[in-house]
């Protein structure tokens, strides 16, 4: 491929590029179209998000159409040369023929019919002049172990894996499903449209599966496969006792290894411990799983290790460690004395772990706490025929500011009616009162068209680690009062970049609870029943609770 430079087109000089051996490329699209003069009618501003790329670019919206500057094109690693008044475009190694048009001073490359010829879906959000584009997702299959799918332009993916009960998430970043994607699941997996440009396969599991043949590689693609099946058992093998009856047990995971974990900072607020660990031992990433606020456990994959008898590991926040090995690796569980956010990383030495305490302690009474019931007034959020989320959320947060109350908590409610509170004075409202704790009740809704999941979520901002440990005590309780299925505590950046108004804005501990889907009918059920917004109430009570250390 050669480039070259120099063509004028309205008395304005472009650089430009010429392909050689274009007949290898697959040429699609429309002929012989000239440039065409300046754009006449309104022209606004607008951005452009592509599939997997994390920054949209910027050109013009006219009408429906999203007009490109062609020096821009790049950005999502297409090619473009323009020849006899026509734009060349190289889009995933296909050669595609668009229009040029003059759009304020720039030459542009017109969008829709161009992504639209490249096999992926553009459509603008609501409200706003952005225009996303999936790949079409050609199909997805979950069989015999393997998770596999294709799609129609290359796509980013993400592996990662849950507990209680275990999973396998996989989400498939800049792609869309439409209605001729074919699925092929079978029952302990499900796929659902998690974003208007991801794709999300849960797959339910009985062990831990190895994430490293997932993860080597995070190049776009545009077929993928995962084997999740389970790690292969080496028989137990025997050797003869005295009586020569007795078994014993040969490690599978080689020879016995000495561990040491040591203190390397400890003051109010942190906690940071090393695991020395020898380098052969973290060929493999190490697996993490919190297995409530107050203890964690590490799975070192094909390792078989003990804490060294002269290890004096001392903390005033780790009651105790357990070291165990099992075929395939060693487990060790975290006791802390109290509820705590983790992080957990690698290092020259080995692991490095950091607990960060929250600087609220103690009771509940005399804490502030604003409960925020979401919409309200003439926003009445997601709906099922009459009903509104907003007629959902303010019984739970009425009921929640009682159980607060009796507390001796301080409780500040962002509404007690059927108004609505801008997003400012509600984040005003907890920033002024020096508030410990935001919690914002709402209720949840998959998107029109899109098949209803049925469970509770919680959202912290981005990656606060204080926000996070408070949406992980409160959704636990929240699954134990509520009773609906577990969709996990995260971070609102899986949302937007820039996360959630109400979280970003407000300097307190807060969080946003989606208690059930509207759409579902199990839960549409029960969050109409006394007994779950009151349940709410105790499961936000409780969670403040375990947070605070009582």
Same mark, same amino acid.
């Given at each position: 491929?050669?480039?070259?430079?120099?063509?004028?087109?309205?008395?304005?000089?472009?650089?430009?590029?010429?392909?050689?051996?274009?007949?290898?490329?697959?040429?699609?699209?429309?002929?012989?179209?000239?440039?065409?003069?300046?754009?006449?009618?309104? @022209?606004?501003?607008?951005?452009?998000?592509?599939?997997?790329?994390?920054?949209?670019?910027?050109?013009?919206?006219?009408?429906?159409?999203? #007009?490109?500057?062609? =020096?821009?094109?790049?950005?999502?690693?297409?090619?473009?040369?323009?020849?006899?008044?026509?734009?060349?475009?190289? *889009?995933?190694?296909?050669? %595609?023929?668009?229009?040029?048009?003059?759009?304020?001073?720039?030459?542009?490359?017109?969008?829709?019919?161009?992504?639209?010829?490249?096999?992926?879906?553009? =459509?603008?959000?609501?409200?706003?002049?952005?225009?996303?584009?999936?790949?079409?997702?050609?199909?997805?299959?979950?069989?015999?172990?393997?998770?596999?799918?294709?799609?129609?332009?290359?796509?980013?993916?993400?592996?990662?894996?849950?507990?209680?009960?275990?999973?396998?998430?996989?989400?498939? @970043?800049?792609?869309?499903?439409?209605?001729?994607?074919?699925?092929?699941?079978?029952?302990?997996?499900?796929?659902?449209?998690?974003?208007?440009?991801?794709?999300?396969?849960?797959?339910?599991?009985?062990?831990?599966?190895?994430?490293?043949?997932?993860?080597?590689?995070?190049?776009?693609?545009?077929?993928?496969?995962?084997?999740?099946?389970?790690?292969?058992?080496?028989?137990?093998?025997?050797?003869?006792?005295?009586?020569?009856?007795?078994?014993?047990?040969?490690?599978?995971?080689?020879?016995?290894?000495? *561990?040491?974990?040591? @203190?390397?900072?400890?003051?109010?607020?942190?906690?940071?411990?090393?695991?020395?660990?020898?380098?052969?031992?973290?060929?493999?990433?190490?697996?993490?799983?919190?297995?409530?606020?107050?203890?964690?456990?590490?799975?070192?994959?094909? +390792?078989?290790?003990?804490? +060294?008898?002269?290890?004096?590991?001392?903390?005033?926040?780790?009651?105790?460690?357990?070291?165990?090995?099992?075929?395939?690796?060693?487990?060790?569980?975290?006791?802390?004395?109290?509820?705590?956010?983790?992080?957990?990383?690698?290092?020259?030495?080995?692991?490095?772990?950091?607990?960060?305490?929250?600087?609220?302690?103690?009771?509940?009474?005399?804490?502030?706490?604003? *409960?925020?019931?979401?919409?309200?007034?003439?926003?009445?959020?997601?709906?099922?025929?009459?009903?509104?989320?907003?007629?959902?959320?303010?019984?739970?947060?009425?009921?929640?500011?009682?159980?607060?109350?009796?507390?001796?908590?301080?409780?500040?409610?962002?509404?007690?009616?059927?108004?609505?509170?801008?997003?400012?004075?509600?984040?005003?409202?907890?920033?002024?009162?020096?508030?410990?704790?935001?919690?914002?009740?709402?209720?949840?809704?998959?998107?029109?068209?899109?098949?209803?999941?049925?469970?509770?979520?919680? %959202? #912290?901002?981005?990656?606060? =680690?204080?926000?996070?440990?408070?949406?992980?005590?409160?959704?636990?309780?929240?699954?134990?009062?509520?009773?609906?299925?577990?969709?996990?505590?995260?971070?609102? +950046?899986?949302?937007?970049?820039?996360?959630?108004? @109400?979280?970003?804005?407000?300097?307190?501990?807060?969080?946003? *609870?989606?208690?059930?889907?509207?759409?579902?009918?199990?839960?549409?059920?029960?969050?109409?029943?006394?007994?779950?917004?009151?349940?709410?109430?105790?499961?936000?009570?409780?969670?403040?609770?375990?947070?605070?250390?009582?």
């Amino acid at each position: 491929m050669t480039r070259s430079v120099g063509f004028f087109a309205l008395g304005v000089a472009l650089v430009t590029t010429a392909f050689a051996g274009e007949p290898s490329l697959a040429t699609k699209g429309r002929q012989n179209k000239p440039v065409q003069a300046n754009v006449t009618g309104a @022209v606004r501003k607008a951005e452009l998000a592509f599939t997997h790329f994390e920054t949209p670019a910027k050109g013009f919206r006219i009408a429906d159409d999203f #007009y490109l500057p062609i =020096a821009l094109v790049e950005a999502f690693g297409w090619s473009a040369s323009v020849q006899n008044g026509e734009a060349k475009v190289i *889009i995933d190694q296909s050669l %595609y023929m668009t229009t040029l048009k003059e759009v304020n001073g720039q030459a542009c490359l017109s969008v829709r019919d161009l992504v639209a010829e490249a096999g992926a879906i553009a =459509a603008w959000t609501p409200g706003f002049d952005r225009l996303e584009v999936a790949a079409a997702l050609k199909n997805v299959r979950v069989s015999k172990g393997t998770v596999s799918f294709s799609s129609t332009l290359p796509l980013k993916t993400s592996v990662t894996t849950l507990t209680s009960p275990s999973r396998v998430v996989l989400d498939i @970043v800049g792609a869309r499903m439409g209605p001729n994607t074919k699925l092929d699941l079978e029952s302990s997996a499900r796929v659902s449209q998690f974003k208007p440009n991801t794709v999300r396969v849960v797959l339910e599991t009985t062990f831990v599966p190895d994430l490293s043949k997932a993860t080597s590689d995070d190049s776009p693609k545009k077929d993928f496969s995962f084997d999740f099946t389970p790690p292969q058992v080496v028989p137990e093998q025997t050797v003869p006792s005295e009586t020569g009856t007795t078994p014993v047990p040969t490690p599978s995971a080689g020879p016995l290894k000495t *561990i040491g974990i040591g @203190v390397d900072i400890e003051n109010a607020n942190t906690t940071l411990l090393s695991i020395k660990l020898p380098a052969a031992h973290l060929k493999k990433p190490a697996q993490f799983a919190k297995k409530g606020p107050d203890a964690f456990e590490l799975f070192i994959p094909q +390792s078989n290790l003990q804490l +060294s008898p002269d290890d004096k590991f001392e903390s005033e926040f780790v009651a105790g460690v357990n070291v165990r090995s099992e075929k395939g690796g060693t487990f060790l569980t975290f006791q802390l004395t109290r509820a705590m956010g983790v992080e957990l990383w690698t290092s020259p030495v080995g692991l490095q772990i950091q607990l960060v305490r929250p600087t609220q302690g103690g009771s509940l009474a005399g804490k502030i706490v604003v *409960i925020d019931a979401g919409h309200g007034g003439s926003d009445s959020g997601c709906r099922h025929g009459a009903l509104c989320e907003k007629h959902l959320t303010l019984p739970m947060a009425k009921f929640a500011a009682a159980e607060l109350s009796a507390e001796g908590a301080t409780v500040l409610m962002t509404r007690r009616e059927d108004t609505y509170p801008s997003l400012d004075a509600r984040c005003e409202l907890a920033n002024k009162n020096k508030a410990d704790f935001f919690i914002s009740i709402h209720i949840n809704s998959p998107g029109r068209g899109r098949a209803s999941p049925s469970g509770s979520q919680t %959202y #912290y901002h981005k990656k606060n =680690a204080i926000g996070k440990l408070l949406a992980e005590c409160v959704h636990r309780e929240l699954l134990r009062y509520g009773k609906l299925p577990d969709l996990g505590y995260r971070s609102d +950046s899986t949302l937007y970049s820039s996360g959630l108004k @109400v979280l970003r804005d407000t300097k307190a501990a807060a969080i946003l *609870i989606e208690c059930g889907f509207i759409t579902h009918p199990t839960d549409r059920a029960k969050m109409q029943t006394k007994e779950f917004q009151q349940g709410v109430g105790k499961a936000i009570v409780q969670g403040l609770k375990t947070f605070l250390g009582q």
